[in-house]
RNA sequence: GCGACCGUAGCUCAGUUGGUUAGAGCGCUGGUUUGUGGUACCAGAGGUCGGGGGUUCAAGACCCCUCGGUCGCCCCA
C-alpha cells in the first residue's frame, strides 16, 4: 500500500499549545473576569450565519464583504458564511430573538472567525476576538463604559504603557455624510498626486486615504479637510462628553481625527488601542457606534457600541505566563505496585491535587523524567506502596492529604 | 491580489565553487555509572533533504512550477 501523504493544516489555521495555548487561554479568562466586573452578560452564538447578515450590515464595498468571507452553499442551497466578525451577527441574534424587552444590553462573546487574508504576523485565517457591546443605548455613557472596561482590561494583562487609545469621532449622518463629500473633492483635486492604491480608495473607501502609509499620500492626507469642520452641534456635544466621560475615569486618551473604522456602519466614535510591538498589526483592540447598523439587518432604529480585541495580538503582547505545573507526581519505582499508584492518583486526585505518574520506559530514568516535569512533590511508589516523598516549599495541603491515607 | 526572504531527523540548525554510504546538539529508546531534585559516559532508532518537473556524468545545493512558513503592501482585531 502506497504512504499517503499526510494532509496539511489548513493555510492560516494554528495548533496551538503549550505557550501559545496557554497566552491565549490567559487572555480569554482575563477577559471573562473583566466583563463580569462591568455586568456584561455571556453569548454564545453560531460560527456560521447567512450571508446577508454581513453583506448587508458591513457594506458590499468592503473587502471583508467582497473578497474575505468563506461562503459557500450548503445542501438546501442557502448562502452561508463563515462569521468574519461579531457585531452583524450579534445585532441579528439581537433582533431575531426579540432582546429588545432586555435593552440596553451589555453583552461580551469570544471566539473564533475566519477571513481570508493572506496570513502575517498577528493575521490569520483563523482568528480569535474577544468582543463586548452594549446595543440599545444612545447615551455616551456607553461609550465611556465600554472604553474603561477596555482600558482595564489592558491594563489587567499588563500590556497597557506599550499601547495608547486613539480616539476619533466620525460625526451622525449628516456630518459624516458631509465630511465625506468634502473629502471625496478635496482628493478628486489632487489626484494627480495622489498613489495608486489611494486612486482605489478614492472609489471604493475615500476615508482610507486619511491613514495611508505612503509617504506620497501623507502631505496632501495632511492637509484635508477635518471632521471637526463638518460635525453638528449634537455630535459635537456628544464627543465631548465622551472625552469627558473618560478624563473622569482616568483613561488616558488621544484625539487622532485621521482614525476611521474600515467597515461602514460606524457612527460617532471610533477607537483603537495601537501598539508599535506587532509590525504591520497596529490595532490591539478597536471598534466604535455604529448606530445604523440595526436598521440596515431591517431592525428598528438601534443605537449601539462595541469593539473587538484580537485574541492573538493581545497573546503576543503580554508577559510570559507561568506554566501549569503538577503538583504531585509519582514515580512508580518497581511496576509491581501499579495498584498501590493508581489508587493514590485516584485518591489524591479527588482531594483536589493534581497528580499524574511515571511508569514507563527503565525504571532507572523515571526519577529523571519526573524531576524534568517539575512538579512541585515527587511521590515514590514501590511494590509496597507509597513510601516517601521528595519535594519542599508549600505542599502543605498534599502533605494533609496523604497524612489522612496513611 | 502584489512583493521579499525561507523550507535538511520529532525540535533548533550545519552541510564549503554541484562530487562517494547527508551531519551535530537537544529530545526519544536501551545500557553502564551515580544513588534520590535535573550526573557523566556508551550505544541505538529516526531523513523519499516540503512536493513535482528540468539542467548535468553527478543536485540537499542550479532553473521552473507548486504547496507551506515568515515579514511587508493591501485590509483589519
Given at each position: 500500500m502506497a504512504k499517503i501523504q499526510t494532509p496539511q493544516a489548513v493555510r492560516g489555521t494554528q495548533d496551538m499549545f503549550g505557550e501559545a495555548e496557554e497566552r491565549f487561554a490567559h487572555v480569554v479568562a482575563t477577559f471573562e473576569r473583566v466583563r463580569r466586573l462591568y455586568g456584561f452578560k455571556g453569548l454564545q452564538l453560531p460560527v456560521i450565519e447567512p450571508t446577508a447578515v454581513f453583506s448587508r450590515s458591513l457594506g458590499e464595498a468592503t473587502d471583508v464583504v467582497s473578497k474575505e468571507m468563506y461562503s459557500f452553499e450548503d445542501r438546501g442551497g442557502d448562502s452561508i458564511t463563515l462569521r468574519p466578525e461579531f457585531t452583524a451577527g450579534i445585532a441579528r441574534a439581537y433582533l431575531t430573538n426579540g432582546w429588545q424587552q432586555f435593552a440596553p444590553m451589555k453583552l461580551s462573546v469570544h471566539g473564533p472567525l475566519f477571513r481570508y487574508e493572506r496570513p502575517q504576523k498577528g493575521r490569520y485565517r483563523q482568528f480569535h476576538q474577544i468582543d463586548a457591546e452594549i446595543i440599545g443605548a444612545a447615551e455616551p455613557a456607553a461609550d465611556v463604559e465600554l472604553l474603561v472596561m477596555a482600558d482595564q482590561l489592558l491594563k489587567e494583562l499588563g500590556i497597557d504603557d506599550g499601547v495608547t487609545l486613539q480616539l476619533n469621532t466620525l460625526g451622525d449622518t449628516p456630518s459624516r455624510d458631509a465630511w465625506r463629500a468634502a473629502l471625496v473633492g478635496y482628493f478628486n483635486d489632487h489626484k494627480g498626486a495622489l498613489s495608486e492604491d489611494s486612486l482605489s480608495r478614492l472609489e471604493k473607501n475615500p476615508l482610507r486615504i486619511l491613514d495611508s502609509k505612503d509617504p506620497k499620500d501623507r502631505p496632501i492626507a495632511d492637509a484635508a479637510p477635518v471632521i471637526d469642520d463638518f460635525l453638528s452641534g449634537e455630535a459635537q456635544d456628544f464627543f465631548g462628553a465622551v472625552t469627558a466621560g473618560l478624563d473622569a475615569a482616568g483613561v488616558a486618551w488621544t484625539r487622532n481625527a485621521a482614525l476611521v473604522r474600515g467597515l461602514d456602519y460606524y457612527r460617532h466614535t471610533a477607537f483603537e488601542f495601537v501598539t508599535d510591538r506587532l509590525g504591520a498589526q497596529g490595532t490591539v483592540l478597536g471598534g466604535g457606534r455604529y448606530d445604523g447598523l440595526i436598521e440596515n439587518l431591517g431592525g428598528p432604529a438601534t443605537p449601539a457600541v462595541g469593539w473587538?480585541?484580537?485574541?492573538?495580538?493581545?497573546?503576543?503582547?503580554?508577559?510570559?505566563?507561568?506554566?501549569?505545573?503538577?503538583?504531585?507526581?509519582?514515580?512508580?519505582?518497581?511496576?509491581?505496585?501499579?495498584?498501590?499508584?493508581?489508587?493514590?492518583?485516584?485518591?489524591?486526585r479527588q482531594a483536589g491535587i493534581s497528580a499524574d505518574m511515571i511508569a514507563t520506559g527503565s525504571p532507572k530514568k523515571r526519577y529523571d523524567k519526573a524531576v524534568k516535569q517539575s512538579p512541585a512533590a515527587?511521590?515514590?511508589?514501590?511494590?509496597?506502596?507509597?513510601?516517601?516523598?521528595?519535594?519542599?516549599?508549600?505542599?502543605?495541603?498534599?502533605?494533609?492529604?496523604?497524612q489522612s491515607l496513611a
Open positions: 473587538a480585541a484580537g485574541i492573538e495580538r493581545l497573546g503576543m503582547l503580554i508577559d510570559a505566563v507561568p506554566t501549569q505545573q503538577i503538583e504531585a507526581m509519582i514515580v512508580l519505582e518497581n511496576d509491581a505496585g501499579l495498584g498501590h499508584a493508581f489508587a493514590l492518583l485516584r485518591q489524591l515527587i511521590l515514590r511508589v514501590n511494590e509496597d506502596g507509597y513510601y516517601g516523598m521528595s519535594g519542599e516549599g508549600n505542599n502543605d495541603r498534599l502533605k494533609s492529604v496523604l
